[in-house]
C-alpha cells in the first residue's frame, strides 16, 4: 500500500501542475485489483500540503482507514471501480474548459484528430440528477449516472465522462495514465470551445478520419510510438 499511497500522491500533485485545479477542487483515486482496496486524497486538504502518507485508504464499502477523512467524491470513484474491472486509476477535476461543457450540459464534439487520438467518439455529457438522486446517495449516484451515460462503449475507448453541471471524472490503467487523459481531456475541451467560436456549428471529422488516427495508438494493430 506504500507504493500506491506514493503514486496516488504523485498523481494528485500533477494536477495543479497542470493547471487542472484551483484549491482543492479535485481528487484522484488508484485501486489495487488484487486486494480491493482503493487510495484517494484527503477531503479538503490544500495540494501543497499533500504527503504520500495523507492518502487515505478505502475499502469496497467505503469504510476508510487513517485519521484523515476520504474524499467527497469517494463513493463516485468506488462505483466506477466495481461497475468497470479494467480502470485501475480515476480523477475528477473542475478544469475550465471541461467543466464549461458539463454547465452547458453539452457533450464535446469530436471535431479533430487531437480529440480522436484519444476518446474514440465524443465525449458524453450526463443528464441531470434528480432532486432525490442528490438527496440521497449523492456521490454513489454521481457514478451511477456516469454508468447509464456510457451504456455499452467500453470506458478505455471513452476514458471520461462531463457531468451535468458539475465536472469531468476521466480514468486510465493506473493514476498516470487517467491524469495524462485529464489533462487531454482538458485540452481537447479548449480546442473544441474556440472551434464553435470561429463556426458556431462546426462539422464532426468523418468515421475514416476518427478511426484511422484512434486506432493507430490504440488496439491491437496500432503502431504509434515504439511500442
Known sequence: MTQLKQQVCEANLQLPAHQLVTFSWGNVSAIDRQSGLMVIKPSGVAYEKLRPEDMVVVEPDGYYHGPLRPSSDTATHLALYRQYPELGGIVHTHSTYATAWAQAMRPVPVLGTTHADYF??????TRQLKAEEVSHDYERNTGEVIIHTLQDR???QV???????????????DAAEAVHNAVVLEEVARLAWLSCQLKPQPEVIPPYLQDKHFKRKHGKHAYYGQG
Request: charged residues 5%; aromatic residues 12%.
Open 159 to 173: 476514458p471520461a465522462v462531463i457531468v451535468a453541471q458539475h465536472g469531468p471524472f476521466c480514468w486510465g490503467s
Open 120 to 125: 474514440y467518439g465524443e465525449i458524453p455529457c
Open 154 to 156: 467500453p470506458p478505455m
